[in-house]
């Protein structure tokens, strides 16, 4: 075989690869677009069937003939659900500011101080975390029964203040420990007490707060259980326990208005998540590592 006949099968050798690798490509992006509309149409179908009329819900139709925002304006005017979006901006609110703020300070402890004990407390938090939920429901509504806060926010508001969530603090204290040290003996040399020490390292920590306040937003927003057993008064009820106590009762009559109470529970976390995607994956990654 001569020089020329070898570069030719090398070159066709070559294109061969790159023409295999592009199809390969091709192949994953439309199968990674088909698992996309597939996720995706249920929440499709849900944006627009709460523009729909009810004969267009009866006919089956995918877009509405005459899109309405007369569903939505039923359930602001009607069912009053601006008052339960307050409740619930309240609860979600409180609970974005308490819980990164008391879950960093454990972590803080947990990471930056040196005490007798630390890593046994520490094991101990972790292991909390698999203690199913439902074992300790009927514990906590003992507990806030004799407190008297049943029918109120405070058994949604006031838990958050005290850690966090053993998980939380596990993710914050990760990140601090891969934060160099010298940060706190140079500030010690300039007479920074601990919780000096503490606000000037929060700054650092951005990324895993972003991660915990948003996933704080998540799992409040969509809190159902709690909401349930704990508000006993309707004026008190947040979205979620509200659009189940309609459905049950039929003031949701017609499936256009529950679609548009179900786009409307869904639309902050959408956004939320639109935004700070990236902040997302970053932090939870960013968590992991260090440490």
């Not at 920074?192 to 990324?207: G, I, K, T, V």
């Not at 969509?222 to 008064?233: A, I, N």
């Amino acid at each position: 075989m001569t020089i020329p006949e070898t570069v030719n099968d090398s070159a066709k050798t070559s294109r061969g690869a790159r023409a295999y690798k592009t199809f390969i490509k091709v192949l994953q992006y439309l199968l990674l677009t088909l698992i996309a509309i597939v996720l995706a149409f249920p929440f499709f179908l849900l944006i627009s069937r709460s523009f729909m009329t009810e004969a267009d819900i009866n006919a089956a139709k995918i877009f509405p003939t005459h899109p309405t925002f007369a569903n939505y304006k039923t359930i602001f005017q009607k069912n009053n659900y601006m008052l339960y979006t307050w409740n619930t901006i309240k609860v979600v609110g409180c609970n974005m500011i308490l819980v990164p703020l008391s879950a960093s300070l454990c972590a803080y402890a947990f990471s930056r101080l040196e005490w007798k004990g630390r890593e046994f407390v520490f094991s101990c938090v972790l292991a909390t975390i698999m203690i199913p939920g439902t074992v300790l429901q009927i514990p906590l509504y003992v507990m806030f029964y004799d407190f008297g806060w049943l029918g109120s926010l405070k058994p949604l508001i006031i838990p958050a203040a005290f850690g966090g969530g053993a998980i939380n603090i596990f993710l914050l204290r990760q990140f601090m420990k891969g934060i160099p040290k010298e940060m706190d003996e140079a500030a010690i040399i300039d007479g920074a007490n601990a919780f000096r020490r503490y606000l000037l390292l929060l700054p650092l920590c951005s990324p895993i707060l972003i991660y915990v306040i948003v996933g704080t937003f998540s799992s409040g927003w969509s809190d159902f259980f709690g909401p349930l057993v704990y508000l006993t008064k309707r004026e008190t009820y947040t979205l979620a326990v509200i659009i189940y106590q309609d459905s049950l009762a039929s003031e949701l009559s017609g499936a256009n208005l529950k679609m548009a109470a179900g786009a409307f529970m869904s639309l902050f976390p959408a956004i939320l998540f639109v935004l700070y995607q990236r902040k997302l994956i970053d932090g939870i990654m960013v968590g992991a590592v260090k440490g």
